[in-house]
């Protein structure tokens, strides 16, 4: 080579590149030289295989880095320095400028990539092509493994993650690729403006997902599943949805069979699959998760050691990072959102099993309470424990007790008698209480005769009727046996207006100023007010009311001699006709009729005594929609039309 050119031969044979190793160029000045054997292959690429020299005035060390560094192949395609090296018109380099030539020249791999390798790269670029950016990361993936020094195969797999909006992933193999002299700016330039946009985005969702409307909370958690498929929350509220569909279905599916209906008479789609189908990518969920978690502890090794392949490479493939840092879930945000996919798989299983694995269920729900307890997983936890087929019947009730104790000892609940899902703090609990103390409870038991009249009406229209429809049939996973059946007047501050009509001096009562009805019983967003019937050899299982923000008056109607009783707080009571039993259902309570006769009662739900002003009602209730009800009722005697009923 010519001092003065600094040009490369345009033969496959024979084409050196000298950097003097001292100022100037001069006669046996020290240089590595690059034999260049290897002419182009069948498809015109060239693939060198190189000889490495040094001679002259290099010491031995320098002599052996200089070795070292070019006993592996350069790529066919120069580096930019190498480039800007090579056309440079500057007088001979330095001795400082040949170190740092040398220095410059980082191991470059074999560029020659084996059958193997080429057709996993095909295959990542026919994905792409197809629009299948998973699975082009997974055959991109494969070539990087197989040939972890060639660049093509990280450039492909840097557009693939791009494409499956795995930015932080793709970001994170900037240095080898920039090592390895591959193609990467535009996929990172890509990256890093697609995170910023994500970034903009964010508060937007977050507002959006904490909004009022239910179906604009589930568009925002879709819309930032889309937007960031590292999300767990978004895909967890997602998946939740999916629950809730299996669940609709699995209750129409019931409700078909026992009208003698077959399955072909439903929509087509079976609940049990699409449990299971949400199973798997909640249980993706949690895996990734665990994943985020790692990543965040993961030290990448030097850029050199991914190129030997090898477990750092395994390893540096299997990491997934989160687009957003885990740091932005806040304090504790991370085991919250962990928690609630523990909790969804734990549904998952139960609904997508037939029997259901209620072992697997409860270990999953275990683990969720141990990362953040709620009064919903204890719930869910008891409950799943009660059917658990893999203990003997005798130990279940223990197992119940054990769950129900590590709930108050966790602080969910107070006792291990009282076990709402909404607990208000500080409200003095009681199992039973003194109706003459309430004006309501004083007032019904004034005003039983006109209320019995209308009550047995209703019954006898029921019993004439060939199919009885007024006393409807409340399928409950509290009966245990027999039929509970009610006629609702008020639900949640609504009026069942055409139950109104059938019962008119009752619903009159119960939306009155007298005893105080209007605004201390049926304001209440959290309860009702109905006729309940249950029928011959009927019984409820033990449960808990939904929260302690209300009491419950019974006034008896019919009462059958026998065994008919309810049991509260382990305290059991008989009804009395004309009576009000008085008692806080958050309590565990229990109702079995055994005698051949009905038993029916008014039920009608009062405020907490203790929650006696409008602010503390409204910051009893849990949303806006509730808040605005309760305003309706107090302020303007307005009670929104619903046909929906709740126990």
């Known amino acids: 080579v010519e001092k003065d050119s600094r040009s490369l031969c345009d033969s496959t044979k024979g084409s050196s590149i000298a950097f003097p190793g001292s100022n100037g160029w001069t006669p046996g000045a020290s240089f590595i030289t690059l034999m260049i054997v290897g002419p182009p292959d069948a498809t015109g690429v060239c693939y060198p295989t190189l000889e490495a020299e040094a001679v002259g005035a290099l010491s031995a060390d320098e002599a052996e880095a200089a070795l070292a560094a070019v006993t592996l192949q350069p790529e066919c395609d120069p580096t930019p320095k190498a480039v800007a090296a090579h056309s440079s018109e500057e007088a001979a380099l330095s001795a400082d400028d040949a170190k740092a030539a040398l220095a410059a020249m980082t191991p470059r791999p074999e560029c020659n990539p084996s059958p193997h390798a080429v057709a996993a790269y095909n295959a990542a670029v026919e994905a792409l092509d197809a629009g299948d950016a998973e699975a082009a990361i997974f055959a991109a993936n494969d070539a990087v493994k197989l040939q972890p020094e060639w660049p093509l195969a990280w450039s492909i797999r840097a557009k693939a993650l791009n494409d499956f909006r795995l930015f932080a992933d793709m970001l994170a193999s900037v240095l080898f690729l920039q090592f390895i002299g591959a193609s990467y700016q535009p996929e990172a330039d890509r990256a890093r403006a697609s995170l910023q946009a994500l970034f903009a985005q964010l508060p937007g969702f977050m507002e959006r997902t904490a909004g009022s409307d239910s179906d604009d909370r589930l568009a925002a958690w879709s819309e930032l599943q889309e937007a960031d498929p590292t999300s767990l929350q978004g895909r967890a509220a997602v998946y939740n949805e999916w629950l809730h569909d299996a669940q609709r279905l699995r209750e129409a599916e019931v409700a078909l069979a026992k009208s003698g209906g077959t399955a072909d008479e439903g929509n087509g789609m079976d609940s049990y699959a699409v449990a299971r189908h949400t199973l798997t990518c909640l249980q993706e969920c949690a895996a990734e998760a665990g994943e985020f978690r790692a990543s965040e502890l993961y030290k990448p090794p030097p850029v050199a050691a991914l190129a030997k392949g090898g477990v750092s490479l395994l390893q540096f493939l299997q990491i997934r990072r989160p687009n957003v840092p885990l740091a932005a879930y806040g304090l504790g945000g991370m085991e919250r959102v962990e928690a609630d996919i523990e909790l969804k798989i734990g549904l998952a299983i139960e609904l997508g099993s037939d029997p259901s694995v209620h072992s697997d269920a409860c270990a999953h729900y275990e683990r969720s309470a141990s990362l953040v307890g ?4 204890y719930t869910l936890w008891a409950a799943a424990t009660a059917l658990d087929s893999s203990l003997p019947s005798h130990e279940r009730t223990a197992a119940v007790l054990k769950v129900h104790e590590l709930a108050v000892a966790a602080g969910i609940w107070k006792v291990v008698e009282q076990r709402p899902s909404f607990l208000i703090p500080g409200l003095t609990a009681s199992a039973w209480h003194d109706p003459q103390s309430f004006p309501a409870c004083r007032m019904l038991e004034a005003e039983f005769p006109r209320i019995r009249e209308e009550a047995l009406s209703l019954l006898q229209q029921d019993s ?34 055409q139950n109104a009509q059938r019962a008119p001096q009752t619903s009159a009562l119960l939306c009155s100023d007298s005893g105080g009805f209007r605004r201390d019983c049926t304001s209440c967003s959290l309860g009702s007010a109905y006729f309940s019937l249950l029928r011959p050899h009927t019984r409820l299982a033990a449960h808990c009311g939904p929260t302690n923000a209300r009491l419950r008056a019974h006034l008896g109607i019919v009462v059958p001699q026998g065994d008919c009783e309810m049991t509260v707080g382990g305290e059991t009571r008989r009804w009395a006709e004309g009576k009000v039993m ?28 203790e929650l006696d002003t409008d602010e503390k009602r409204l910051a009893a209730l849990q949303h806006d929609e509730q808040r605005q009800t309760y305003r309706g009722v107090v302020d303007r005697s307005f009670y929104e039309t619903t046909t929906l009923r709740g126990h």
């Open 464 to 497: 004439d009727s060939e199919a009885p429809t007024l006393f409807r049939s409340h399928d409950s996973t509290v009966l245990a046996g027999g039929d509970w059946c009610d006629v609702g007047l008020y639900y949640n501050g609504m009026r069942n207006d």
């Open 582 to 609: 008085l008692f806080d259902d958050s309590f565990e309570h229990q109702v079995h009729n055994e005698t051949e006769e009905a038993r029916l009662v008014l039920i009608v739900d009062l405020w907490h005594p």
């Open 374 to 377: 709620s009064t919903r997983v």
